[in-house]
């Protein structure tokens, strides 16, 4: 069966999607630790991200740097904080957050967001990219 992740990318659950390549995609979370917090996923799935094969990994780490600098300029913060942890789904997805204090880090018992509040900070992003 098709990872949630998988069903977004493949559009039978909506998601706000920051950027789309042929090997993966960022994606606004609904459930953000602050806003401008999104997940960097492959396309592949793969439960474990050690077990990335090396260039979709090094992929991921260059996407997620280009998204960190973007998430900087677009919520600015002291830092962007990135956590692998993947208990919840068995699809690779590195979480990327503006942090400014430690406090900011949060994973669970987090409320749903606004889908307009995501799709506001998903057009945010992006132009932050350009």
Same mark, same amino acid.
């Given at each position: 069966?098709? !990872?949630?992740?998988?069903?977004?990318?493949?559009?039978?659950? /909506?998601?706000?999607?920051?950027?789309?390549?042929?090997?993966?995609? &960022?994606?606004?979370?609904?459930?953000? %630790?602050? /806003?401008?917090?999104?997940?960097?996923?492959?396309?592949?799935? $793969?439960?474990?991200?050690?077990?990335l094969p090396?260039?979709?990994?090094?992929?991921?780490? =260059?996407?997620?740097?280009?998204? =960190?600098?973007?998430?900087?300029?677009a919520f /600015?913060?002291?830092?962007?904080? %990135?956590?692998?942890?993947?208990?919840? &789904?068995?699809?690779?997805?590195?979480?990327?957050?503006?942090?400014? =204090?430690? !406090?900011?880090?949060? $994973?669970?018992?987090?409320?749903?967001?606004?889908?307009?509040?995501? !799709?506001? =900070?998903?057009?945010?992003?992006?132009?932050?990219?350009?």
């Amino acid at each position: 069966m098709a !990872s949630i992740f998988t069903r977004i990318m493949q559009g039978e659950i /909506p998601g706000h999607f920051v950027h789309d390549d042929d090997q993966c995609v &960022v994606i606004m979370t609904i459930q953000p %630790m602050k /806003p401008g917090h999104v997940l960097v996923i492959p396309r592949e799935e $793969v439960d474990h991200w050690d077990d990335l094969p090396e260039p979709l990994y090094q992929h991921l780490m =260059a996407v997620s740097r280009r998204m =960190a600098k973007a998430i900087k300029r677009a919520f /600015p913060c002291q830092r962007v904080g %990135m956590l692998i942890v993947g208990l919840e &789904v068995p699809h690779v997805h590195v979480h990327l957050t503006p942090l400014d =204090a430690m !406090s900011d880090i949060q $994973v669970e018992n987090l409320p749903m967001a606004d889908s307009a509040d995501l !799709s506001a =900070a998903a057009e945010t992003l992006r132009a932050a990219l350009d």
